[in-house]
């Protein structure tokens, strides 16, 4: 590689680095959900998924028609972690410029990275064992935390069904249904816990 090929992969690789830099504190470490419109562990979240999707954009289901890394926008609403306010947050991380969202016959259609060099950004932090176990942990966290909330909910039901003196018969397709899912939510935190489990061994290992 000549001196001038070696310049430009330098200064290539030094925008990357900075670009990663001011993504961790803007979107992660000095954020304020209040006034900002995401948590660090939404923010994580997308430049978690678009950092892999980047990293196999081989992959026709990780990348658009373009061969683009991208991810598709229901698959983000329908997870636990924006299902309150997602559309709403995802608009925030739009107008913040940490992602674009492209649209098909008038509807958001799929997600990408904001900036071109964003992509590369968001494969650097994936690719950091360290920073990405200690986040994944975050959201592991906040998982559990809504799994509990859900659970506390269908406890607080059926103690109210419970307090009949005498079983109706029409509530019983309804307790259940909140015994399944009151199973489903435990089984999801037992998943979780066993994924922060192995992430927490890599904290202990890496530096």
Known sequence: MNSIAKCSVDAVQQIVHQSAAEILK?????????SRGWTPEQAWYLIKNLGTANAQAGSQSDSDANGEASIRYSDIILSDLFKKDGEATLRALEKAELISVISKN???SIIKP???VLAAAFRQLVE???LSSRLDLRILGKMITIQNQAINKIEEELKVLGSFPKEP????????WLLANLALNQAKIDQYEMESAQLK???KTEF
Do not use: N, Q, Y
């Open 26 to 34: 803007i979107f992660i470490t000095e954020v304020d959900p209040s």
């Open 114 to 116: 904001g900036k071109p």
């Open 106 to 108: 008038g509807r958001p």
């Open 201 to 203: 061994l890599v904290l």
């Open 169 to 176: 018969s029409e509530a019983r397709r309804r307790i259940k």
């Open 128 to 130: 950091d064992k360290v």
